[in-house]
């Protein structure tokens, strides 16, 4: 765990700052990282089980409470996890670009042949 806090505290977080779904899915990187070596379809994965809990976190925020501190500190945090939110998008874009662009490709050149042969 201490990989783990050295890590996080570079970018600002704390363990204990994080959802449950986020230790879970650090905690089961850690597992695949003691095991094996990390293969782009793991980080797919973690990518995947990290944004799905930023975006669990996101939709279960409690607004009950209604002042102005209140309004500022979900304001911040709510941004915090957007930007987190984002970068998740960002990077599984980058993962899943070269299967996106090679599907392409193949359905590009599966309707040129079509049309070749008609």
Do not use: C
């Amino acid at each position: 765990m201490d990989q783990i806090d050295k890590l996080l505290e570079k970018t600002g977080l704390k363990y204990e700052e994080l959802t449950p779904a986020e230790k879970d899915t650090i905690n089961e990187m850690v597992d695949v990282l003691e095991s094996t070596k990390i293969g782009i379809e793991a980080v797919k994965k973690y990518i995947l089980k990290m944004k799905e809990g930023v975006e669990e976190e996101l939709t279960n925020q409690n607004m009950s409470k209604f002042s102005f501190w209140s309004f500022l500190f979900q304001w911040k945090k709510e941004h915090g996890l957007k930007m987190r939110l984002k970068n998740y998008i960002l990077l599984e874009a980058l993962l899943t670009s070269h299967d996106r662009a090679k599907e392409v490709i193949n359905n590009q050149m599966s309707s040129f042949l079509d049309k070749k042969d008609n």
